[in-house]
């Protein structure tokens, strides 16, 4: 429990991760949270990939 990291579902893919990165697929698309293979892809294929950020499982802060 003490190293339990909060994974979440890539909106694209589904798959769990822990860190996802913020993109935008479309002009005025809403903002999703893409795993790291799905940003990877869209980056490298969607001319319209905008990145807005990294989320990472939050970690105890002290
Ligand atoms: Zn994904």
């Known amino acids: 429990m003490a190293s ?6 890539c909106d694209l893919c589904q798959a769990l991760a822990t ?4 993109i935008q697929c479309a002009p005025g698309a ?3 949270l893409a795993c790291p293979q799905c940003q990877q892809a869209q980056r490298e294929q969607n001319p319209n990939y905008r990145y ?7 970690l105890k802060k002290s």
């Open 19 to 22: 860190v996802r990165y913020r």
């Open 4 to 9: 339990y990291l909060r994974a979440r579902p």
């Open 52 to 58: 807005g950020g990294t989320w990472k499982a939050r």
């Open 30 to 32: 809403a903002w999703v």
